[in-house]
């Protein structure tokens, strides 16, 4: 039998007062950070260049500083591909605000020179080296070490519907962690049985799991649906042995809540709200509806597509008719995943370019623009879906005659 998170309005109130307490000493550190960053003029720094694209005969660079500091810059230089090398380089320009700061902000620079690679960076050549196809390349370069992707490769992913697949969120964290906890039970379940008989193997596992997932994300760096998504992972295995009721909106919030009294900056992005999202629909499903385990699995990942699908209209605008794969590719990738872990450890991921390769068939997107009050119309009934799942089912309906109108 499981209990609730909070017992009373009291210690929910308290729970509130640490966690913005918590985010108040952050965003003040942040706001150091800030200051310290335009202290000299020109500033000098070190960082990754997280993506690299050509526009109107000069370079866009997107960088993170090794404080999480997110800023574009530009380059007339003729660059070669510096997509997951880290530069130093001083920036100059006029002082950001303090909220464009904890977003995202441009500032000219000038690149200095490029430091060693990283291991991460080594770790890719070794994975493209298995590859003939330059896509198959980036893509599980992004699917591993969660290297940036070309453009024309990510609305190409997009046109399928499966970015998600490939940005590195929770549900390859959960694959990972179940595939880890599969194979420590098989590895250690006859030595325990013989030496340690009354213990606990399965808290063992797990914990052993989850601490090189742990590991994992921090050799990944600051990418925000993984942040979500392990600390989401770290308190619901906390939970789970304390006897707490784990699948709980009201838990799901208090998650978001804690991670962003962490991450202050994390309110800005994108991606980790899509992240909860996703997390939150499938909350959504395993509250209005009670099926087998089979018809679950079968079920889930169409619910999620379509629940998810007025949000990316909105922030990517592109709809094509191989989205509706989206669900299927979903549910195989559950076998793809730690398949194609395993050969590319043996150092035959070449295997796969084939696969890859059917990415390229799609052809041309459709441009549709959602409107603002149609997605806010939208994530209002999704909120009340929680008690009455009609809201959430009458807003769809008015997405999908928006869109049929539109492709039309």
Partial sequence: MSVPLFCSWKERLAAFGVLLSIFLVNLALEYRTYQNFWSKKPHYTEAEVLNQYNKNNYWVLKLRTKEGVLFYTTSREDLKDLRGREVELLVFGKKPSFFDYLRSFYAPSYILGLLPKSLRQSLWQKIASQHRNQLAKELFGALFLAMPLQYDYRQMLSL????????????????????????????????????????????????????????????????????????????????????????????????????????????????????????????????????????????????????????????????????????????????????????????????????????????????????????GLYILASLIAMWRLEALYGAYGAVAIFLIYQIA
């Fill in 160 to 375: 399928f519907g499966i970015s998600h697949l490939v940005a590195i969120s929770g549900f390859h964290m959960g694959l990972l962690f179940a595939t880890l906890a599969f194979v420590f039970y098989f590895l250690l379940r006859p030595i325990w049985q013989r030496l340690w008989p009354w213990a606990n193997l399965k808290k063992v596992v797990f914990i052993l799991a989850f601490g090189i997932v742990v590991g994992y994300a921090v050799f990944l760096g600051f990418v925000p649906s993984v942040i979500r998504s392990v600390m989401m992972m770290g308190v619901g295995l906390f939970m789970l042995d304390r006897g707490v009721r784990l699948l709980s909106f009201e838990t799901l919030g208090w998650i978001v809540l804690l991670v962003l009294a962490f991450w202050p900056r994390l309110l800005w992005s994108v991606g980790f709200w899509f992240s909860v999202a996703g997390v939150f629909y499938i909350y959504l499903f395993l509250h209005h509806f009670r099926l087998s385990k089979l018809w679950t699995f079968l079920l889930l990942n169409i619910w999620v597509f379509l629940a998810m699908l007025p949000l990316s209209l909105f922030v990517f605008g592109i709809w094509h008719p191989m989205m509706l794969l989206s669900p299927l590719l979903s549910a195989l990738f559950v076998l793809f995943y730690p398949l194609a872990l395993l050969l590319h450890l043996l150092g035959y991921g070449g295997i796969l370019d084939g696969v890859v390769e059917l990415l390229t068939w799609a052809g041309q997107g459709i441009k549709v623009d959602l409107p603002l009050w149609l997605f």
